[in-house]
């Protein structure tokens, strides 16, 4: 059984116009609508409310636990040497906590720089603490039903047969991820929009109506998803 | 003719036992022997002293920008609108130009979550503002002489024929980046250390010699390169 919790991030640094925070928004309204009062709906603004980037102490607490395998959330907290240590584990361990108890995971990812924003990056660094995403017993993944929804967004065309097709290191690099963290491929879906910046690029301009189209057909894939999650 | 200056990056998150700050520090080292007195060598620490991640008005105003054109840096900064956007550009400005003054750029980028850590894309991200790396008049690329060595270190093996090859989104994404920005193939040099973690990941302990084979490669690759950028 999966828990009736979205995890929904946000991670544009633009909070209006942001093709990626209406997508999401979109989402999270019909997902909140079909599941109910009693579902909870967590959301976190990544660009506005960045999580803290990992720091050494968070590298040798990784470190001491990796040497150890995998261990229970309290045994990680026990590990820690002294206040920046303790610190690190503290930022981390409610972020940890809260993927885990997330039934869905949406997550709004505009491509910058051919990759996920900064904001994106500091909230996975921060969750991929060694050993947490898998079960002390068995080995097991603890991800395993956790349906994640990626809202990726593109300035640019970045599709299979584009010219900048080699370029995409936001999609592949998500899929390579949650494959890694254990989430199940079957439960991985990833919504793309693509050349959201036709109007603005003067070399783009006349793929609007391609773009149009890209983002009408990200809205269908949403409401599909939200009506079956 | 390239400047005298190297630009030198570091993203570890660890001050001390980094391999990537080891091998990064072998280079400036070798560099600043043999160019001299009058040579000049800029050091950030990207993970100890982080560029501000770029907010809305970075991206207003690069919208702005990007509608006319390619701009002179002094134009951008009199598009500026308000405190935010004056803001966004004033951090943005002085380290645009520290890398086009740069003749050699060194970059330190150990992996992590098979990608940049988060404080490099946070400079990627400042740094690559629209149309700055091109020349106003011309729209050549200002960056095409400026030689560029990644220092990647992966605490796992990622290379050709591993079974992880096709997560390493850290040199294939370094290497789009750097040629979207205009840096020439031949002056972009990749050093890899590979299997740093394998004294204290369980898995990997066997491969402690490769490990060692890997870094003794990186260092030579180091000492070649150094002799003659």
């Given at each position: 059984m999966t828990s009736t919790t979205l995890l929904h991030l946000d991670s544009s640094i633009s909070p209006s116009g942001s093709v990626s925070r209406a997508l999401t928004a979109r989402f999270a309204a019909a997902w909140r609508a079909r599941h109910g009062v009693a579902a909870r709906h967590r959301h976190h603004d990544l660009a506005a409310d960045p999580v803290p980037p990992v720091r050494a102490a968070y590298d040798a607490l990784g470190r001491r636990t990796e040497r150890k395998g995998i261990l229970p959330l309290d045994d990680i907290g026990r590990l820690a040497e002294g206040p920046d240590e303790a610190h690190e584990w503290a930022l981390s361990r409610p972020l940890i906590e809260e993927l885990r108890a997330a039934g869905t995971l949406l997550i709004g990812s505009p491509m910058y720089n051919y990759t996920v924003s900064t904001g994106l990056k500091a909230w996975i660094d921060r969750v991929t603490?060694?050993?947490?995403?898998?079960?002390?017993?068995?080995?097991?993944?603890?991800?395993?039903?956790t349906r994640v929804v990626v809202v990726a967004v593109r300035g640019g065309g970045y599709g299979p047969g584009t010219p900048r097709a080699h370029c995409d290191f936001q999609v592949p690099y998500l899929r390579a991820y949650f494959d890694r963290i254990g989430v199940a491929a079957e439960h991985l879906h990833v919504v793309t929009a693509e050349l959201t910046r036709a109007a603005d690029i003067p070399a783009l301009n006349a793929l609007q109506p391609l773009a149009a189209e890209s983002l009408a057909a990200a809205e269908a894939a949403i409401d599909e998803l939200a009506a079956r999650l």
């Open positions: 603490f060694p050993g947490v995403h898998h079960d002390p017993e068995t080995g097991a993944p603890l991800l395993r039903d």
